[in-house]
């Protein structure tokens, strides 16, 4: 757990009780700060309950309270608590400000900030096998699902100083003002989360602010494979501020063509831009050339992302249930291209829709053999689908494993790629996933 001495005698409320408000109330309560906890489920207060006071930054009066730290999950643009403070002078911050705001009173590190709307858990993942497997001290934390303040700090070793390694949502960054990093990195940037902001000129503009709050001295690393990414980094556009000197422009083209054989778990267009990036990171880091290689070749996929599960009959299964929209999904059904002429994926797609339309996808439905539609959305991509493949509206997501499992081949893949979220019938993705991995395993 981090601990720092800059929190000491301050009060701060914390909205939201799940892993990362959990980890700020311990940080923030050894760190010797007065803490006002609150969150709507009495199961999460009962975790903080003498720990921390309890009290509902909505009712409280806020006077002299020097930060209200809410999860990431709390809309900014809707929710009453952003005006409240705004009122009581009070700034609203996330975890990731409290990282930045310690750092001065950490050992000598470094910290690297991934984001982007698809890959960024990949990547993050990815430039921390490279990192470890150099030798250097090293932690993940952030939108991985790690919150970064119940890493241990790190000491410097012989290879190096400590190096935090940071996946940042839009989110996280909305609610961070100070978070300096050494190299940040933008993967790319599609249409999501448009709820929260004011277009898609707003996300983009909350992508940018990680940019904006480097120093000269630091860098930033674009992925140019995305034409947006590549005309906000070139050095004549001045749409959004960038503060670090050094620009990394990097694009995947080559670097897949090459190299992408020898990494196994790194297959596809996506994960030739995320291992590109990763390798360009590293290189910033003065990690060598052999050992990035032989890190890339090593490294073994996240769960739900690209992950295979088993294989039956000649069949590889595949979990990507993070693919929560059309555009992460579209990298997916590139992977594997039609052998011999014979599209040969079976992808199983569905859930609550983020769009009416699978635009991104489109490129590369010659490789779908068959697609199972599941969930809310079901039946409005069953009609989008078919005119151009066989398509079952199988409804639940056990139903499309086991009819795709009686229609595939010797040496075709069953593909969860859902692109869209999971709500309608799971908790999150990460049950979504399970069951998919589940029904697999059920199968004879």
């Known amino acids: 757990m981090i601990v720092s001495e800059v ?8 909205l939201g009780l799940a892993r990362s408000g959990l980890a700020t109330v311990a940080t923030l309560v050894a760190s010797g700060a007065r803490v006002v906890a609150w969150d709507s489920r009495e199961e999460a207060r009962g975790q903080v309950e003498g720990k921390a006071e309890l009290g509902d930054p909505m009712e409280i009066d806020l006077s002299g309270f020097d930060g209200i730290v809410v999860s990431p999950g709390v809309p900014l643009n809707r929710h009453p608590i952003a005006m409240r403070a705004k009122i009581a002078g009070v700034p609203v911050i996330g975890d990731i400000e409290l990282f930045a705001l310690a750092r001065p009173t950490l050992p000598p590190h470094k910290v690297v900030g991934i984001t982007g709307t698809n890959g960024k858990s990949t990547t993050t993942a990815l430039i921390h096998h490279i990192i470890e497997q150099a030798g250097y001290p090293t932690v993940m934390g952030g939108n991985i699902g790690l919150p970064i303040l119940s890493q241990p700090p790190l000491e ?13 949502s839009s989110y996280q960054i909305d609610l961070t003002h100070s978070l300096d990093c050494d190299v940040a990195v933008l993967l790319n940037i599609t249409p999501d989360h448009l709820d929260r902001y004011d277009g898609f000129e707003g996300y983009v503009a909350s992508k940018m602010r990680l940019f904006a709050m480097q120093s ?15 005309r906000l980094f070139d050095p004549s556009d001045d749409e959004f501020p960038i503060g670090a000197g050094s620009r990394t422009r990097v694009a995947s083209v080559d670097f897949a063509e090459h190299y992408q054989h020898l990494w196994p778990a790194l297959q596809g267009p996506h994960n030739a831009q995320n291992a ?3 390798d360009a990171v590293a290189m910033e880091l ?9 890190a890339l070749a090593s490294y073994a996929s996240l769960p739900h992302r690209m992950q295979a599960v088993g294989t039956r009959n000649g069949v590889l299964y595949v979990n990507d249930s993070k693919a929560t929209n059309a555009a992460s999904t579209a990298p997916a059904l590139a992977a594997w291209p039609a052998k011999d002429g014979k599209p040969r994926i079976h992808w ?19 490789n779908v053999a068959h697609a199972y ?59 979504r996933g399970d069951a998919f991995a589940a029904a697999v395993a059920a199968l004879e």
Not at 156 to 168: A, Q, R, T
Not at 286 to 294: A, E, K, L, V
Not at 406 to 429: E, H, K, N, Y
Request: proline share 5%; aromatic share 8%.
């Open 348 to 366: 199983i797609l569905g859930g609550v829709a983020k769009s009416d339309n699978l635009d991104e996808c489109v490129p590369h439905f010659a």
């Open 373 to 431: 539609t599941i969930g809310e959305a079901g039946h409005m991509f069953a009609d989008l689908l078919r005119p151009a493949m066989a398509v079952d509206d199988s409804e639940m997501l056990s139903a499309a494993v086991r009819r795709a499992a009686r229609i595939a081949q010797p040496g075709d893949v069953v593909l969860l790629s859902p692109a869209c979220a999971s709500f309608d019938q799971f908790r999150d993705f990460e049950a």
């Open 7 to 14: 929190f000491k005698g301050k009060t701060y409320a914390v």
């Open 216 to 230: 000269f001295e630091h860098v930033a690393v674009a992925s140019v494979d995305d034409p947006l990414i590549a």
């Open 286 to 294: 003065g990690i060598h050339w052999d050992q990035r290689q032989s």
């Open 276 to 278: 590109m990036v990763a």
């Open 156 to 168: 410097p070793n012989l290879h190096g100083v400590g190096i935090y390694v940071l996946e940042l």
